[in-house]
């Protein structure tokens, strides 16, 4: 079983950067990929950018690609996104996701194929 702990979230100003941290704990050797997840008030959960844990491969939501990074600790089982030129409409609960199944690339943008979630981290953006 997978625990996952999201950290980093809070208020920023438009234009501003955040770090999300998700640290992994568990049964981390079997976890394929993780992903980042977001949902703001009455909208639907989507997906933000993903990192398979052996390569390092990422996958990123078109609209966020040129803003938000991710990238992967291996040593400290930990997950980050680095949020850039942050907007008002980035405001939302981040969740972190962990898979332990492999699948095609279009899979990693879908939370049905994640196992694990955390409790989420809330990202607010003032304009």
């Known amino acids: 079983q997978v625990q996952l702990v999201e950290s980093g979230g809070g208020l920023v100003q438009a234009g501003g950067s955040l770090r999300l941290s998700c640290a992994a704990s568990g049964g981390t050797f079997s976890t394929i990929a993780m992903g980042w997840f977001r949902q703001a008030p009455g909208k639907e959960r989507e997906f933000v950018a993903a990192?398979?844990?052996?390569?390092?491969?990422?996958y990123y939501a078109d609209s966020l690609k040129d803003r938000f990074t991710i990238s992967r600790e291996k040593a400290k089982n930990t997950v980050y996104l680095q949020m850039n030129s942050l907007k008002p409409e980035d405001a939302a609960v981040y969740y972190c996701?962990?898979?332990?199944?492999?699948?095609?690339?279009?899979?990693?943008?879908?939370?049905?194929?994640?196992?694990?979630w955390g409790q989420g981290t809330q990202v607010t953006v003032s304009s």
């Open positions: 990192i398979t844990w052996t390569g390092g491969s990422t």
């Open positions: 996701a962990a898979r332990d199944s492999f699948g095609s690339i279009n899979s990693y943008a879908t939370t049905t194929h994640y196992a694990y």
